[in-house]
Structures are given as structure tokens and as C-alpha cells.
């Protein structure tokens, strides 16, 4: 089975991991519809409630469902994700995984997270091998309803939840489903009304296909960047509350030296999302925070007037944001490091936060 190629963007020989005995679960509101039932469908299977109000205690990490993606699971395995399960001291029952249309399901990677009950949030990217774009002209025109097929039925034969994040990040540059991406090997769309076009069709498909599936386990996710990077709004590529089961963002602190705190890196997004009019749980499906204390890859210098860890610590003690409901780690040494061990005390501060958490 080809491996996909990493993505466009810079957020782009284990032991099995700690014992699989946590409560697991995708939240408590993320509802798929049923076919031709339109907003008000019937809830067919995510196992949470709808109710807004935020859950367990105070802070987020006493109120959120922690995930992680670690570089470059699930290919050719998810032995890096039981690693950092390890380094933290906590099971991720969640794992964060990206792929192509190249390819149906993972293989080893697959098969380790159905044994080990894992939940999956996939990021689900239109091109063939990871340069070649899907046309989403051609894809509403039913070329690829095999594909289609082929990866619904393998995802539904997973023991877990299957969040689909399809076509991430739109209102950023750097993927082919941007109308505003300028890469050399062309473009997904020409519009954002094509970008939903596409989008309702890959949900419509599943709905269409699920009476001949074994289960009712895949919801759909919507994600944006943190900001505008083009010339369309997040907003107009929005595909309708009624083909969205999760509103989610991906945040990242640091990026050329930038440096804000969760309060107000999350502020923004999170109120565009909330505005959309639905009730969909808010997730952070990459979180990510540079590390100031040293040279990184992308030749940001150090500054020793901020800190990692002081940074994660605050991210923990959120009390705003109510609906936000998961986040994903994304664990990976790009440009930035954003490892939750890019330095010792980054580390500590995570450990202390999360060990035991899940077991």
C-alpha cells in the first residue's frame, strides 16, 4: 500500500502502548444526520449529547478529550504514536492521522489502532499521491465514487470512531483545495463554491452508501486555519451546518517568531466558528506552540523572554471557550518544533498535566 506523501504545509520499533482500559469516546455532541433529514437528522451514532454547556470542570484540561498526532503515524505504523504515549505517561485514545486519496485505509497503522481501540480523527486530503489533485469538478461528476466506496467501507469496518476531516485548512494557502494556492501542480478548485460542492458531496455519498455498511461510526469535520491567508474567507467555504457534525481549528504559536497566548491566539477563530449558527462541539484538531528557547529549523532565534511551557500551562487553565471540547497535539519537528518534548521543561509541564490521565 503506497504511503502518502507528507502535507504542503510546515503542520504537516515500539512496545504496545499503556494498557487500553480508558472510557473512550468523541465527545459528547458530535451527531451524524441521516440522510435526507437535513439539519434536524436523526443522531445515528457518536455517543454524545447535544447539550452546549461545558463539561467536567473549569479548565480545559479538565473539560477536553486529549489527542495527539505523532509524526508520521499511521504510516508505516503507529509505533511513534505509542512512543509519545510513553514519554507522556498517558494513552491518546485518540489518534490524529493524515492521507491521501492514494490510499483506502492504512495498513499496519489500521490494524494497530482497531487492536488497540483507538479512535481515529483522519485528515482526508484530495490528491492521489500527495501532489496530484482531485478535482472536486470531477469528483461531484462521480469519478470517484469508487474510491469513495472503498474507503467508506474500510472506515466503517474500523471498531472506532471515524472523524473525517475532509479538505482541511481551506482558508489558508497551502493545500490544493485553497483557490488561493499558486503550487505547481494545480488546484483541486477554481471557487469556493466549488470547495462546497465537493464537500456536500463526499457527505451526501456516505449517506447515500450507509445501508450497506457494517456500522455508523464516521462523522464529518470541518477545520480551519487560525486566519485568513487568501483572498476568500473561512467562511465562504463553509459547506452548511447540516454536513458538519464537528467545527474545528488549527492552532499554531510561533510561526516566524509570532508569539501570542492561548487567550488571544484562540479568540478569533473560535468566535467565527461559534457565529456559523450551529451547535456542533469545537475542537482543535492541531495544536502546536514553537519552542523560543533555541534555534529552530526555520532559523527563528532564541528568545529567552517566552516559554514553551509557561504557554502549554496557560492553554491548560483555559476557562474560556466553552464548546471546545478535544484537541490534537500535533507532535512533529518541522520549521518549528513542536514536540511536547522540544525541551525539558515543555515536557515536565505536559507530563504533569496528562500523565495518567487515560489508561
Known amino acids: 500500500m503506497p504511503t502518502p506523501q507528507?502535507?504542503?504545509?510546515?503542520?504537516?520499533?515500539?512496545?504496545?502502548?499503556?494498557?487500553?482500559?480508558?472510557?473512550?469516546?468523541?465527545?459528547?455532541?458530535?451527531?451524524?444526520?441521516?440522510?435526507?433529514?437535513?439539519?434536524?437528522?436523526?443522531?445515528?451514532?457518536?455517543?454524545?449529547?447535544?447539550?452546549?454547556?461545558?463539561?467536567?470542570?473549569?479548565?480545559l484540561l479538565s473539560r477536553a478529550d486529549w489527542g495527539a498526532y505523532a509524526s508520521r503515524e499511521p504510516f508505516p505504523d503507529c509505533n511513534s504514536h505509542f512512543t509519545l504515549e510513553r514519554m507522556i505517561g498517558t494513552r491518546f485514545p485518540r489518534m490524529?492521522?493524515?492521507?491521501?486519496?492514494?490510499?483506502?485505509?492504512?495498513?499496519?497503522?489500521?490494524?494497530?489502532?482497531?487492536?488497540?481501540?483507538?479512535?481515529v480523527l483522519i485528515a482526508w486530503q484530495p490528491t492521489t499521491d500527495g501532489r496530484t489533485p482531485i478535482r472536486f469538478t470531477d469528483l461531484v461528476a462521480g469519478r470517484?465514487?469508487?474510491?469513495?466506496?472503498?474507503?467508506?467501507?474500510?472506515?466503517?469496518?474500523?471498531p472506532g470512531k471515524v472523524v473525517v476531516r475532509f479538505a482541511h485548512e481551506p482558508n489558508g494557502t497551502g493545500?490544493?483545495?485553497?483557490?488561493?494556492?499558486?503550487?505547481?501542480?494545480?488546484?483541486?478548485?477554481?471557487?469556493t463554491d466549488e470547495y462546497v460542492a465537493g464537500w456536500r458531496y463526499v457527505v451526501d455519498f456516505y449517506r447515500r452508501l450507509l445501508p450497506r455498511l457494517p456500522r455508523r461510526n464516521i462523522s464529518f469535520c470541518w477545520c480551519i486555519?487560525?486566519?485568513?491567508?487568501?483572498?476568500?474567507?473561512?467562511?465562504?467555504?463553509?459547506?452548511?451546518?447540516?454536513?458538519?457534525?464537528?467545527?474545528?481549528?488549527?492552532?499554531?504559536?510561533?510561526?516566524?517568531?509570532?508569539?501570542?497566548?492561548?487567550r488571544s491566539l484562540l479568540a478569533a477563530p473560535y468566535a467565527r466558528l461559534t457565529a456559523l449558527g450551529g451547535d456542533q462541539p469545537i475542537w482543535i484538531t492541531e495544536l502546536g506552540c514553537r519552542e523560543p528557547s533555541k534555534t529552530e529549523n526555520s532559523g527563528v532565534r532564541p528568545d529567552k523572554s517566552k516559554s514553551k511551557a509557561q504557554w502549554m500551562q496557560q492553554l491548560?487553565?483555559?476557562?474560556?471557550?466553552?464548546?471546545?471540547?478535544?484537541?490534537?497535539?500535533?507532535?512533529?519537528?518541522?520549521?518549528?518544533?513542536?514536540r511536547l518534548n522540544s525541551s525539558p521543561e515543555a515536557l515536565a509541564v505536559c507530563r504533569s498535566a496528562l500523565a495518567g490521565r487515560y489508561r
Not at 6 to 18: E, F, K, L, Q, S
Not at 24 to 46: N, S
Not at 153 to 158: P, S
Open 175 to 191: 493545500y490544493p483545495w485553497s483557490v488561493d494556492f499558486r503550487g505547481t501542480t494545480g488546484k483541486c478548485v477554481e471557487s
Open 225 to 262: 486555519t487560525t486566519r485568513d491567508r487568501g483572498t476568500a474567507t473561512a467562511e465562504q467555504y463553509f459547506p452548511g451546518n447540516d454536513v458538519v457534525d464537528v467545527l474545528a481549528m488549527d492552532v499554531y504559536n510561533g510561526y516566524g517568531g509570532y508569539w501570542a497566548s492561548p
Open 6 to 59: 507528507p502535507p504542503w504545509t510546515d503542520h504537516a520499533d515500539a512496545a504496545p502502548p499503556v494498557a487500553a482500559t480508558a472510557s473512550r469516546g468523541l465527545g459528547r455532541r458530535v451527531v451524524l444526520r441521516a440522510a435526507g433529514l437535513g439539519a434536524a437528522g436523526v443522531l445515528i451514532g457518536a455517543g454524545l449529547s447535544t447539550d452546549s454547556v461545558a463539561r467536567g470542570g473549569r479548565n
Open 316 to 338: 491548560f487553565d483555559l476557562t474560556d471557550y466553552p464548546r471546545i471540547e478535544a484537541v490534537y497535539f500535533f507532535h512533529a519537528e518541522r520549521a518549528h518544533d513542536w
Open 144 to 158: 470517484h465514487d469508487e474510491y469513495l466506496e472503498r474507503f467508506y467501507t474500510r472506515a466503517a469496518n474500523h
Open 96 to 119: 490524529s492521522w493524515f492521507s491521501t486519496w492514494g490510499v483506502s485505509w492504512p495498513g499496519t497503522g489500521g490494524e494497530q489502532a482497531a487492536a488497540g481501540g483507538y479512535d
